[in-house]
Structure formats: C-alpha cells, structure tokens
C-alpha cells in the first residue's frame, strides 16, 4: 500500500534528522562549512598579491557570479553578496563562530 504524503514527510525530517545528528557526532563539516571555509581562504590568499590583490578579486568574483548566473541567480546581486562577504573578509580576523557543539566535553 502507498504511504501518505504526510507519512513519507514524517520518515524524511526523521532521517535527515539522524543525518545531522551522525554528522554532529562524527564532528563532519557540512557542504556549506566547507564552501564557506574556501571562500574564506580564496580571499585571504588574494591579500598576498598586493600589487594585484583587486586583480585577483575581481577574477575570483567573476568566476562565481558566472557560475551563479548559471543557476539563474542574480549577477547585480551575486556581485553585491560576494564584495560584501569580501570586505568582511578582509580585516584578516577569523570569521566563523565557534561551533560550540563540537568542542569536546
């Protein structure tokens, strides 16, 4: 017999829920921390070009807008998100907030 559409939503939010809880347990970074954590490197390494440190922003941006653009995103927009995320970035400073729920007990 066919499960209800309410059934299968219910078995779904229970298994990804055990999904990220094996990941929390297993300290496994998800797709975004890792995507995050590479942007963030991707733009500190453009500060050891000095000389061409906008340069190599402005290509960095352009492959990710274009790649978003791809996705049917926004360019004006995406543009906008990454100088934003670059500028925050920038201070040289750490970023991301602990993650306290992976700090050993």
Known sequence: ??????EVNSEQRARQQRVRDEARDRRRP????????????MIMSTEKHKLGRRDALDRLRDEIVDGLDLQGFDVRESED?????AARYAD?????????????A
């Open 30 to 41: 998800s797709r975004d921390d890792l995507a995050r954590m590479l942007l963030w490197k």
């Open 1 to 6: 017999m066919k499960k209800s559409k309410r």
């Open 81 to 85: 998100v990454f100088e934003e995320l």
């Open 92 to 104: 040289g400073l750490f970023p991301f907030r602990p993650k306290r729920h992976l700090k050993p």
